[in-house]
């Protein structure tokens, strides 16, 4: 028995020998050191502004082929013909951006810094408009960590566009705020630098958006988009666009991949013959701005759906985005609300409000905005001005929509319009092979990433023909 | 291994001073192996008597006897001889192997050696001989086919490509915690991990980091399996460990051993490709054209282009060469009773088939031993290795591959000027493979010091103290346009917004990783019948990780790889650390020396859990029960026993489990600084896991040891599982730490050893293990929709093949995109045609155009398993005289995998069933009405020539390419895995000449393959070593058939 009290003597006595190093602070090292825990807001700033410019890509990257600016080069593509298809990358992109600006609002709250507060607000509502117009109803209230749960539940259509419309007029007040306890950042902020003046007009722009947004609708107020419109972007020089990055516009280096055989970025023949006066009867002169003839001196776009036609799809007998254009050149900025967009909303509003002289007005500034913009030579500028001049009283829902057209060219905001619009373009033909059974597509399927994570929540899969809340009465 | 010998040897010097004899010969002699080596320390005795002596360090030894004796030698490790001496007075004498030794003694956990009897658990090892057999570079696949119960793949053929082990099967829901056992050397916790730092090394096969061991250094390899085995290690052994033994010198004489080893190799299977048509589309024939063999016959297609070879080329056998390898390695070692040696130094190049692509390996080891008194004993050991290549992406390559028109040159892939010779906008896959390169060079040291302090016969203190420390430093290089005539640019070479413009990325990693550890012995026999071993000690590992990342792009100078050349910089770098201290104890009771109980308990407290979680208790219980011992026999069976165990492991988080904050935001250029989410979501309140695993086993030997059987039986179940779990994005978060879901793993090993031949000159030993393992997911935490996606690789037409995770089934079942079958209305109404089975004895359903349906991709159907039904290893040596023969077969049965090649050689044309493509056919199935498809349909592309029918882009890649289930193939194999002949020359050709022994020997690895798969051989996978995610085995770097010669001198 001695022995063993021995035994444990000495085993104690070793035990706390080489325990000596094993006191509290040892094990301490839950904190990660590759984490930061205060963030300077205008780091969050720079993250979430950089975010919202490449997310508007993101979105306009395929939808764009929705509004058959694009077309696939090869044959029954999914997205042409409406198939479901996997946006999952980008759909996270969006939500990650989302929950970026949700701590970056909870932190500038804190921190009672009100200009920084108002950005985070206006890019929240910019940004659950592409998630919600892309796929109608989704995770808001309950998203982001608001609440403790893995499985997130979604939010009605209605309460989605009712926080938008909240959020934008929250930024607007706090934009007005003088009490705030830090500015905003020259260098950080890539997309009004700084700016608070700019960042108003562009946050009353996202509103005019989005209230001209439910025009089907009987609540729709033409006066309240005509006074926010009024209050936004009053110039080319007042476009919101971001223009930090690395490398190349992603416009411009899909053309360039394009030209090196990585087939991208073919426009479509919708688009292409509302340029080149086959489907209006005027050649619009922005066509040489946007993309390049092809081999064979001609403007030709791919029919979506159809592929690649005539000779091998390497040889360049049609259209594709170019990077010569002032629009999707290298440096050329990722654009995401233009004085012209803004010129034709208010066009169809005070159209909507029975004001034909305000719309006509803005109807003309809209186009001749975007010739400037596209640096398109004064005298042809005109001619085509001159061409579609159909004065006040004649002006239609269709000048105003073609024209606009052009102006949302590679935005994600373009497929709102086609969808308001109804596809009511002329000659505006559904894709060759469209699986919607003659209906034009309406919605995007929820990614199967989401189905599968969070399965639960997820509305049921309708028809992809099936209008959003905003786009029936 | 060395106790008995020295008991036996002491007793012997005791007794042999009472000796008395009548006529007395002095008798010299030598006592060897079967490979003609000198045994050390047998024990020579002359028989009836308790007179004897050991053999020295050369084998020799000299005895007294009486010369019409009979000398009885034993040596651990053989099987006893008997010699008569019949006066002769100069022996040789050669020991056979005896696996069957019944009293060895193992090391186990924490390096404490205990005789094998007493162990209450089943443990495998492997020793020198039969792990170097095939000569393999990297030990993980040395192990192959020699232990039962470890699933040990080599995720490809490259040069230092790594190699999985996985020991009874994946024991975690968590895609991203390898399942890979713990890795000891000489008692020090060593890195086993495959970095996959650095842009696409993920896919270029990285080492796993047990190639800086030089398997000639290594004398045993101990596999502890399961819980009860690896209990003293503690949550780090949860998967099992494998604990290896280097060589040490023996006092005596100084030997130097070389081994030299050459050999050469090739791609041992290639897919089958058909070689009917040409390049082009929709059958119109362009020697430019994207599509590779769309094209016309090559017939056709030759009278319109004259250039056109007169068959086509063979782009995937013409684009590997013929790899080969050299090796030399060189030990040196001897000492003296005090102090004894070993060094050795080894060296390693090898060339890989897939051009551009090389591994070299330099190490060097000095392990000492010494004793300061008879209280005081310790050793040391030390390490250096530096090893790293240049790595290809054979994923890459393979994709290449099959853009490339078997009707050009693949050869031909450079200009004069040095840039790329291809066609159309094809990239020449070995012009890619030589520009646009990864290389990795590392640095590594395992060293570890160990005393013995025994104050007293019944007890002693141990400690270690153990450091591995490495640094990995990768480079990734491309070179950049530089606007050449003719020249191409290529895409490959590129970043994000400057393609083709050549980059220079640099990174490095730092690891070190300590491990100390103390442990206390003592022994108090109670009676005669029965004693007691107790231990009690404290284990600490120290972990610290360091990487950083350069990536620059856009290079000015195109050749010129500096950073200060570079127009686009990225920077990252990554801290990690983590410290884990156990304390345990171990009791032995053992009576009359038959029955074993061993007790032991481990309290480990981690660094990555929060206070309240992070210090945890588990025990285990063995009984080992020598029923041989206590009963009488019947005659056949020389030995029985049966053992039982239960043990319960507990498990950490991985490290920053538990963290919340914010991470650089990557995507901004230089001069901006942002901040984002960070991918992980951690959760301060997770719990440790625990694992539950009983054990029962049989061990019983027959006819003299010439049979021996052993079975083994274990369930483990494991609860609260720490997963890093994909959550929907609309958290925020990309991942989850949470604790959820549990796992069950049933299996049986089964070893057969046995002799059916057994002469003086010949002997036959085969040896079989079997091993199957049943997992089941039980549960996982009901918030994910019982489902979680593990890991998925690209189809065409949307026939993405995932590997998800569902209660209920195996871990790793395989879905993917199939064709419609057929179901009633009231069927379809029931929703029975939207459930996850594959009901394949219903028709198939055909479409008003006569072709299959295409099932819905909301709709994945379970395909297969990635788990095999069982899996066999079966190693024979014959050995006549001083030749002998070594066959190893393998075999592993019923696993699935997705070949993501195959269904790119579908969608391609290339492979060889689609030379049906122009063929008509009807499609055995039913319309939707339920009858009969009797409409007849054109498989080719465009109009077809009887009826004008517009078939678009045709069968393969309308249909054909978007169905999963011609994917996910049955990767069942056999496979020849070795064959080796050595010869030794006789000891009497050498007797006092300069060199002691010599053995040459030839060998062939992976000779044959049996298999239904149809890609490159299906035990390789696209992901990494390490990985839990096994799934996918298509664009792989091939596996390879190797010849080697080698040769080894001892001097």
Known sequence: ?473 | MKLPTCLSIAVASLCSIQMLSAQQLSIAGKITNAEGEPIIGASIFVKGTQQGTSSNESGLFTLNAPSNGTLLIRAVGYAPHEVLINGKTNLSIQLQNDDSEIDEVVVTALGIQRSEKSLGYGAQSVNSATLNANKQPNLVNALQGKIAGATISSTGGAPGQGANIQIRGINSIDPSRPSQPLFVIDGIMMDNSTSTQGGTAEVRGMSNRAVDINPDDIETINILKGGAATALYGLRGANGVVVITTKSGKAGTLKIDYQGTVGVENVNKFPKMQDTYSQGWQGVYNKDDFWPAFGPTVAEAIKLDPTHPSSLYKPFEEAFDSGNQFRNSLSFSGGSEKFSFLTSVSQLKHNGVLPATDFKNYQGRLNTNFTLSEKLKGGSSIAVTNSGGYRGNANRYAEQLIYWSPRHNIRDYVLENGTMNSYGETDNPIYVAHTNRFKDDVLRVIGGFDLTYSPAKWVDFMYRIGVDAYRDNREATAIGYQGLADERIVYDNGVEGADGRGFYNVYNNNFRALTSTFIATFKHDFTEDFNATLRVGQDIYDRNIKRTSTEGGDLTVYNWFDLGNANILKAATYNEKYRLVGYFGELNLAYKDYLFLTVTGRNDITSTLSKNNRSFFYPSATLSYVFSDQFQMPEAITFGKLRLSYAQIGKDAAPYSTSAGFAPYTNLPTGYIGFTRPSLLGDPQLKPEFTNTYEAGLELKFLQSRIGLDLNFYNSVSKDQIIQVPVSSTTGFVTASINAGSMRNRGLEVTLNTVPVKKDDFSWNSDVNFSFNRNKVLEIREDLDDEIVVSSEYGYLNSTVSMRIRPGESYGTLYGRTYKRYYTPDEIAQGLDVTREYDESRPLLIGSNGFPVLESTNVPKKLGNVQPNWIAGWNNTFNYKGLSLNILFDARVGQYRYNQLGNFMAAFGEADYTTNRNDYMTFDGVLADGSKNTKEVWLGQGKDPKNNVDYGNGYYRNYYRGNSQFFVEDASWLRLRSVSLGYSLPQAWLENKFVKNARISVIGNNLALWTKYSGYDPENSTTASGSNIEGFAGMTYPAVRSFLFSLNVGF
């Open chain 1, 1 to 473: 028995m001695k022995k063993f009290i021995k035994i444990g003597k000495i085993s104690l006595l070793a035990l706390t020998l080489f325990s000596m190093n094993s006191c509290k602070d040892y094990f301490d090292l839950t904190d990660n050191p590759n984490l930061v825990q205060t963030p300077p807001l205008n780091a969050l700033l720079t993250t979430s502004t950089h975010k919202a410019a490449f997310n508007n890509y993101r979105i306009a990257y395929f939808n764009n082929q929705y509004s058959q600016y694009f077309a696939s080069p090869s044959p029954g593509s999914d997205t042409d013909t409406y198939q479901i298809t996997n946006n999952s990358t980008t759909w996270n992109n969006l939500f990650y951006a989302l929950a970026d600006l949700y701590d970056y609002m909870v932190k500038s709250e804190e921190a009672a810094a009100y200009h920084h507060l108002a950005v985070a607000q206006a890019l929240t509502a910019y940004e659950l408009a592409l998630v919600a117009d892309t796929w109608g109803s989704v995770p808001y209230s309950k998203a982001f960590g608001k609440e403790a749960t893995l499985n997130v539940p979604y939010d009605s259509e209605e309460d989605v566009y009712k926080a938008q419309v909240d959020l934008l007029n929250k930024a607007l007040e706090n934009f007005k705020r003088t009490d705030g306890s830090q500015t905003l950042s020259e260098k950080d902020d890539l997309l009004n630098g700084g700016k608070i003046d700019k960042w108003i007009k562009f946050t009353n722009g996202l509103k005019a958006r989005v209230l001209n947004k439910i025009s089907k609708k009987s609540s729709y107020n033409a006066k309240q988009v005509i006074a926010a419109a009024q209050a936004s972007l009053e110039s080319n020089a007042e476009d919101v666009g971001m223009v930090t990055f690395d490398g190349v516009n992603p416009w411009a280096s899909i053309s360039r991949s394009n030209l090196q055989n990585n087939l991208d970025g073919w426009l479509g023949s919708n688009f292409i013959n509302q340029l080149n006066g086959e489907t209006y009867g005027i050649v619009d002169p922005r066509v040489s701005k946007i993309t390049e003839k092809t081999v064979h001196g001609v403007y030709v776009g791919t029919v979506s759906g159809q592929g690649n036609v005539g000779a091998a799809n390497t040889v360049r007998d049609e259209c594709y985005i170019s990077f010569n254009s002032p629009v999707t050149s290298d440096a050329s900025p990722l654009t995401i609300l233009t004085y012209a967009e803004v010129k034709f909303i208010e066009a169809e509003a005070a159209f909507r409000d029975n004001n034909k002289a305000l719309a006509y007005t803005a109807f003309l500034a809209g186009v001749k905005a975007s010739m400037d913009k596209l640096t398109v030579p004064a005298a042809d500028a005109a001619k085509y001005i001159t061409a579609i001049s159909v004065g006040q009283a004649n002006l239609t829902l269709l000048d105003i929509f073609r024209e606009k057209y052009v102006v949302t060219y590679t935005n994600a905001e373009a497929w709102n319009d086609v969808r308001r619009f109804d596809y009511k373009y002329k000659d505006f033909k559904l894709p060759l092979g469209a699986v919607l059974g003659g209906k034009f597509i309406r919605r995007v399927a929820y990614p199967s990433e989401e189905i599968t994570e969070n399965g639960s929540n997820v509305p049921a899969e309708v028809p992809l023909s099936t209008e959003l809340w905003w786009d029936k009465p």
